[in-house]
């Protein structure tokens, strides 16, 4: 209908009002629907990672199927219209780190932002550790984070704070780390990744005279079992997806 009545326009043909109204009509329930898909999508993935389906997105977006595959042919399309903005977040946050002064504040900066977007966002730490749907423009975001990292560990290096042995390809696997402690305990603790992160800091540090704050309380016995049951529940669910 667009391109119809854009060629209409082009040739000088008289053009209905009934037609535009049609065409207006059109346009604002396509937009709808896009918006409607984006926001089930990025829960459905904050929650669940990238592992959930079109399908999934279309059943919670309360549309057809048919109308997801419309506006996103495929799911590579629907992670990068989803978390485009959501990795230049994270690139300007590497930025800056960056710009402090002092290079172990600068990590510390960096970890702090980074692990809270991505403890709170399973699919966008999917789209950091590495996906299958990161492609195009958000595999070139992507790309410009690791150069950043690399900076910044190894300005806190050459002033003596961060410990000599650390890589910048270990930042993602803290990344994983905390990930993993979110959904095992976040239930019945949330927040409880940063407790762990700390315990993880005073290891990194290359001067350990003093210890990193604890954030977190630990878990009680009580909530220990509760997260226990909680990860095997949420195992077995994503087993059957």
Not at 6 to 15: K, N, Q, S, Y
Not at 41 to 56: I, M, N, Q, S, W
Not at 134 to 144: F, N, P, S
Not at 209 to 229: F, R, Y
């Amino acid at each position: 209908m667009t391109r119809l009545l854009t060629v209409m326009e082009d040739l000088g043909c008289p053009i209905e009002e009934g037609e535009v109204q049609v065409e207006r009509t059109l346009r604002k329930d396509a937009e709808e629907n896009r918006e409607r898909i984006l926001k089930a999508a990025k829960v459905l993935f904050a929650e669940r990672g990238l592992g959930v389906t079109l399908d999934d997105v279309a059943h919670s977006a309360g549309l057809g199927v048919g109308t997801v595959y419309r506006r996103f042919p495929n799911k590579d399309a629907l992670v990068e219209a989803l978390f485009e903005q959501r990795v230049i977040e994270l690139i300007n946050v590497a930025k800056a780190a960056l710009e402090f002064s002092d290079g172990w504040e600068g990590f510390l900066y960096l970890l702090a932002n980074m692990l809270t977007l991505e403890t709170e966002d399973r699919g966008l730490r999917d789209v950091i550790l590495g996906s299958e749907y990161i492609k195009g423009r958000l595999r070139d975001l992507k790309a410009e984070v690791a150069p950043l990292i690399e900076s910044l560990v190894a300005k806190a290096q050459e002033q003596g704070t961060l410990r000599p042995d650390f890589r910048a390809n270990d930042v993602p696997v803290l990344t994983a780390m905390a990930g993993a402690a979110q959904e095992y305990c976040g239930v019945a603790s949330p927040g409880i990744w940063k407790r762990y992160v700390a315990i993880v800091l005073d290891g990194l540090k290359a001067n350990r005279s003093s210890l990193t704050h604890m954030p977190e309380e630990a878990l009680n016995h009580e909530q220990l079992h509760q997260a226990t049951l909680n990860w095997k529940s949420r195992r077995l669910s994503d087993g059957r997806r």
